[in-house]
Every structure is written in C-alpha cells, then in structure tokens.
C-alpha cells in the first residue's frame, strides 16, 4: 500500500449491506487485494473519524455468466475483496445514511 486512501475502494450498498448498517451498526467497503484487516481499521478510521471495533474480511470469487440473448457469450465477473466493518455504539458514517 502506498497511501491509505488506496485501501477504500467503495462502499457496497445492497439491501443486506442497509441492514446491517441499521441493525448491527456495520458498514461493507469494497477493498484493495493486498489490504489486511489491520490497514482496512486504520483507513476507517482515519478518513471518517469514528472508532471501529471489528473488520472481518472477505474474498469474493469471480463468477460467470451468459449474456441474454445470445446465450453463447460467457462472460467473466472479476473478483474482489470486501471489509464488514463494526462502528462503536453511537457512530455512524454519513454515506450509509440515505439522502440528508
């Protein structure tokens, strides 16, 4: 890593991701393939100014799949990696948040 801004990629928002962040105050980021856990903390930290208590991470594997129409072209999701982040009690980030 050169920067801790190349840890963050972005954050994932679906509709598991918006419950975790309302019921177990987690947030999902995707992050960069070399990033560990620690680094992943310390980015968290630093760029949105809360305490975090837990990262698990995750490696999501590529997948396939066939266009629609067609049906014979395959095509090639890449793989990624992606950090479910526990805030303390009482942080909140504000780009989990919905329209303010």
Do not use: C
Not at 40 to 62: G, H, Q, W, Y
Not at 65 to 91: E, F, N, P
């Amino acid at each position: 890593m050169t920067s801790i801004y190349d840890v963050l990629r972005r954050p994932i928002i679906t509709e598991k991701s918006n419950y975790q962040t309302t019921a177990l105050n987690q947030v999902v980021f995707e992050v960069a393939k070399t990033a560990t856990k620690a680094s992943v903390k310390d980015a968290v930290e630093f760029v949105f100014d809360v305490t975090v208590e837990r990262v698990n991470v995750i490696n999501v594997p590529a997948k396939r799949s066939r266009r629609a129409q067609s049906g014979r072209t395959a095509v090639r999701k890449a793989g990624y990696k992606k950090a479910i982040v526990t805030l303390a009690a009482g942080d909140t980030i504000d780009v989990f948040e919905g329209v303010s």
